[in-house]
């Protein structure tokens, strides 16, 4: 069996390849999870301009 992703010595276990996989993948997974929280930080700041201009024009316009 090949290991997934990675290169494996002769000397190490295959619990220890899994474990070095498992480890590679959580560090890939949460530089992924950071830039999204990123995008959704900055799509959220943006709403809410968005709304608090709409406010300010719709009472701009009653006034």
Same mark, same amino acid.
């Not at 390849?17 to 900055?42: H, P, T, V």
């Not at 709403?47 to 009472?59: F, G, K, N, V, Y």
């Given at each position: 069996? &090949?290991?997934?992703?990675?290169?494996?010595?002769?000397? *190490?276990?295959?619990? @220890?390849? +899994?474990?070095?996989?498992? *480890?590679?993948? +959580?560090?890939?997974?949460?530089?992924?999870? %950071? @830039?999204? *929280?990123?995008? +959704?930080?900055?799509?959220?700041?943006? &709403?809410?301009? +968005? *709304?608090?201009?709409? #406010?300010? %024009?719709?009472? %701009? #316009?009653? @006034?």
């Amino acid at each position: 069996m &090949i290991p997934p992703f990675g290169y494996c010595s002769g000397s *190490e276990s295959g619990t @220890g390849a +899994l474990r070095r996989y498992q *480890e590679r993948k +959580l560090r890939m997974m949460s530089f992924w999870r %950071d @830039g999204i *929280e990123r995008q +959704l930080a900055a799509l959220n700041a943006a &709403i809410s301009t +968005l *709304e608090q201009q709409m #406010h300010r %024009d719709q009472a %701009d #316009h009653q @006034g």
